[in-house]
């Protein structure tokens, strides 16, 4: 009798611990990722070399198990998100993963502009359509269009920017029909869809997508980017500093491994990003010398809904205090300010 009931708790256990394993809560979980040296991504056509790295610092983000959303709950260094704070409304995990891509090959384009500029090297860009990020349930796209497809003619009209598409379908009404133009991976579907009022903006047409600008830009030498399925977009500011390392002679590193974090306009302002704490405590443990963090300017609203957030820079400087690292955390408003500080530094002996 007692051998049965072991039997049965042993047998209980383990389903648990499938059930446990394998069911998704509506939670993601961040901790922290890891350093990529950049020279192994980032190749600039007769780059030159340096002695020390620039690296992309990374977040490991997953969507939560029981176990994953107990043992964050005890980790300092571990947040839990609710699944609407990550995604927008109506979005998939597929459209999510889409559009964080997306980011990254936006940030990374963003970054080759801004270290051109600064080198006076040649660039321009090339308009190859509307980029669909996602795709609203029960309106017309729904069946036909998915994430990641390129709209390049509507009505056999090409368009030079989204504004120009979404101009364009305003002069419309709903029930009217018209011609698409898609490329997916390079086959073309050509569609016939309906116009239809929003559920949620009945006074607003269209297909029911969100959508982008997709851009190329070439360049003079040219610049290639394999970041291996590595989403989101702050990795700009350092694709920039890496870019523009590689088409100078001297070496802006002097012989250190620097890493940071930050998005990247085409101004060159530093923009602030998620899980700066977890890309901390990440440099920290992969030895990492100098981290640049942004030095955002919080916004009033944000503010009063939340009196302590901090900007990014002060809970960088914050972590590394509680880590007790040696690291030097340095604040950077813009991709000039990094330049300025790399500048200052002695060659590492």
């Known amino acids: 009798m007692k051998n049965k009931l072991w039997l049965s708790a042993f047998i209980m256990a383990i389903v648990f611990?499938?059930?446990?394993?394998?069911?998704?809560?509506?939670?993601?979980?961040q901790k922290p990722g890891s350093a990529f040296a950049l020279d192994d991504i980032v190749e600039v056509e007769n780059r030159t070399e340096s002695a020390g790295e620039f690296s992309l610092m990374t977040i490991s983000q997953v969507q939560a198990n029981i176990f994953?959303?107990?043992?964050a709950k005890f980790d300092d260094y571990q947040v839990v998100f609710p699944v609407e704070q990550v995604r927008n409304p109506h979005e998939s995990d597929e459209e999510y993963s889409v559009r964080q891509l997306y980011l990254m090959d936006n940030s990374a384009t963003q970054a080759i502009e801004v270290a051109f500029k600064k080198a006076e090297a040649e660039y321009s860009y090339t308009y190859r359509g509307v980029y669909v990020l996602s795709v609203y349930p029960d309106m017309p796209a729904e069946d036909v269009l998915r994430a990641g497809d390129r709209?390049?003619?509507?009505d056999q009209t090409a368009f030079e920017s989204s504004e120009e598409f979404i101009d364009y379908v305003a002069t419309k009404k709903e029930g009217d029909v018209i011609s698409i133009r898609v490329d997916r991976d390079g086959?073309?579907?050509e569609e016939e869809l309906p116009l239809k009022a929003f559920p949620e903006q009945p006074e607003q047409i269209g297909l029911g997508i969100s959508l982008v600008d997709d851009r190329t830009i070439e360049t003079d030498p040219v610049v290639s980017i394999n970041s291996d399925g590595i989403g989101g977009?702050?990795?700009?500011l350092m694709y920039s500093l890496e870019i523009y390392d590689?088409?100078?002679?001297?070496d802006l590193t002097k012989g250190y491994n620097i890493a940071g974090t930050g998005t990247i306009s085409a101004d060159g302002t530093v923009g602030r990003i998620g899980g700066i704490e977890q890309k901390i405590v990440a440099a920290d443990r992969q030895g990492i010398e100098i981290f640049f963090a942004p030095k955002d300017k919080l916004p009033e609203e944000a503010v009063r809904e939340n009196p302590s957030v901090q900007t990014n820079y002060d809970a960088a400087v914050e972590t590394a205090k509680d880590l007790g690292t040696e690291m030097k955390v340095i604040p950077v408003e813009t991709f000039d300010d990094a330049l300025d500080y790399l500048e200052t530094l002695e060659e590492k002996s």
């Open 68 to 71: 994953a959303y107990l043992w």
């Open 187 to 189: 086959q073309i579907i």
């Open 151 to 154: 709209i390049t003619s509507i």
């Open 17 to 29: 611990f499938i059930f446990a394993s394998f069911y998704s809560l509506p939670f993601y979980v």
């Open 233 to 236: 977009p702050s990795a700009g």
């Open 246 to 250: 590689q088409l100078l002679d001297e």
